[in-house]
């Protein structure tokens, strides 16, 4: 007799319960703990709601990971069913997230991957099915049950229209009479106006959100909800990453101040139009430093880059990120001095596509060579001849920690047309000179760094 593997025994079993689905609802309660996640998994493969429903009501640990929502695939039918069992479980914890963390609770169990990914419905659901019958109305004596998930949020063209699994969610733990709590880890939020935000934001527990990513490229036509959602932003007190980006040019930097009670936040990035000059005023607001600092194409001034020197991030930043932006200007001067601030606990540092030519590339050079927890730099898209490559290399040969580097394409490979565009691409030449960096740096007993260079990323 052949042997199986475990799993093919449970899995065999749940399909044989499945086959009589009265039966295996009403067995669920004789049923060992351990066949219950391979149970669920046959259920929710096979579209059985009803047994999922009751795999639900019966789940025999405090918290069910259901994987991502949006990573995987799930009916609308297979959701309600998921949702109308909560009223009856002892559940705590309804986890949709993809990489749930255990930490929390003694005894968790996970089913396997369910086929779960956010169908949209053309319309919300009807408000009469969102409401438990009354067999089914939640228990009052008990702890709320928590729904996590990260939400996304989008809109078109200045309207927006919650569908699928993001409607089904808000309106199911709207009508729950509070027995149901959503914790929403990462929201994401593109093109939605500010007054609908608003709203949902009510609705979520604000100190469970951990990421918070904007994208709005509309102009912000009422001053009233921008501070409103700012204000609700600033209430996240677990917030611990930042993202706006496309932020058109009417932006009220001021709004920056009401984030000062983020106490975690560690990463920013910002992907504007224009902050020229304004740095100050999103950066002076947080009163705990940064470890993270993207701010990409925002047009920065030399006054901006003396002020982030100066500032308590300086010396706390593990990444910064300046590309697109002309730094043309500030070396020698500011970007010197900012490098010289960070040099302490920088291990990534990206200047692509900032305008620096040789010289003001060799002039960084002995602040680079001091920031000895520098793990990887980024500088193509900067126009720099072989030997300037070579010289650069030479001198970071010495940062133990470096491991990564990303160069440009050397201008004697090329036609700069300006510092970002070049045409006629000698691709022989450029093989040979990079095979001629990774010779040299053999040489300098550094083989372990990884040269790229920017057609590499194309």
């Known amino acids: 007799m052949s042997r199986r593997d475990p799993l093919s025994l449970l899995e065999l079993a749940a399909q044989s319960l499945l086959s009589d689905e009265d039966s295996a609802v009403r067995a669920l309660a004789e049923l060992p703990v351990g066949l219950f996640p391979a149970l669920s998994t046959a259920a929710f493969d096979g579209g059985h709601t009803k047994m999922v429903t ?71 659901p009807e408000a009469d099915q969102l409401m438990p019958t009354s067999r089914e109305q939640p228990q009052r004596d008990r702890e709320p049950v928590e729904i996590h998930t990260d939400l996304f949020l989008g809109g078109l063209f200045g309207f927006f229209h919650l569908s699928g699994f993001s409607s089904y969610i808000l309106q199911t733990v709207e009508k729950s009479h509070g027995c149901l709590r959503l914790h ?4 994401v939020i593109n093109q939605v106006p500010f007054r609908s935000l608003i ?31 700012f204000t609700q932003v600033g209430q996240m007190r677990n917030l611990g990453n930042l993202i706006m980006s496309d932020i058109p040019w009417d932006f009220p930097t001021d709004c920056f101040s009401l984030l ?7 990463k920013l990035h910002l992907i504007f139009g224009c902050l020229s000059g304004q740095l100050h005023r999103i950066l002076s607001g947080l009163k705990k430093p940064l470890e993270t600092l993207v701010i990409n194409g925002c047009r920065l001034t030399e006054n901006d880059i003396t002020y982030l020197s100066q500032s308590i991030h300086a010396t706390c930043l593990k ?26 606990t920088l291990q990534h540092l990206n200047l692509r596509s900032c305008k620096l030519k040789e010289a003001q590339l060799r002039a960084l050079l002995p602040v680079l060579c001091c920031c000895s927890c520098l793990h990887s730099l980024v500088f193509y898209d900067n126009v720099i001849s072989t030997s300037g490559i070579m010289n ?11 491991k990564r580097v990303q160069y440009p394409v050397p201008a004697e490979c090329v036609v700069y047309l300006d510092e970002y565009r070049w045409e006629n691409l000698n691709r022989v ?30």
Do not use: Y
Not at 92 to 105: A, G, I, R
Not at 449 to 456: D, I, Q, R
């Open 319 to 344: 990444e910064l990120v300046l590309c697109s932006n002309n730094l043309s200007q500030t070396v020698p001067g500011p970007l010197e001095v900012l490098l010289g601030e960070v040099s302490g």
């Open 54 to 124: 009751a795999i639900v009501q019966a789940w025999p640990f405090p918290c069910l990971h259901l994987g991502s929502l949006r990573d995987q695939s799930i009916t609308q039918d297979l959701l309600e069913a998921v949702l109308d069992g909560l009223w009856r479980s002892k559940l705590k914890v309804l986890d949709f997230t993809h990489d749930f963390e255990h930490s929390n609770w003694e005894e968790c169990s996970e089913t396997s991957s369910a086929p779960f990914v956010i169908t949209h419905m053309l319309e919300d």
């Open 429 to 458: 030449e450029l093989a040979r000179v990079h095979t001629k960096l990774q010779e040299m740096l053999q040489m300098l007993q550094r083989a372990d760094v990884e040269l790229t260079n920017s057609t590499s990323m194309a």
């Open 392 to 402: 650069m290399l030479q001198h970071l040969a010495g940062l133990k920690e470096l």
């Open 260 to 266: 000062s009670p983020l106490g975690h936040l560690r």
């Open 199 to 229: 709203e949902i934001l009510g609705m979520l527990d604000l100190e469970a959100i951990r990421e918070v990513r904007l994208h709005h490229r509309n102009r912000f036509c009422f001053l009233s909800d921008l501070i409103q959602f």
């Open 184 to 187: 929403c880890r990462t929201l």
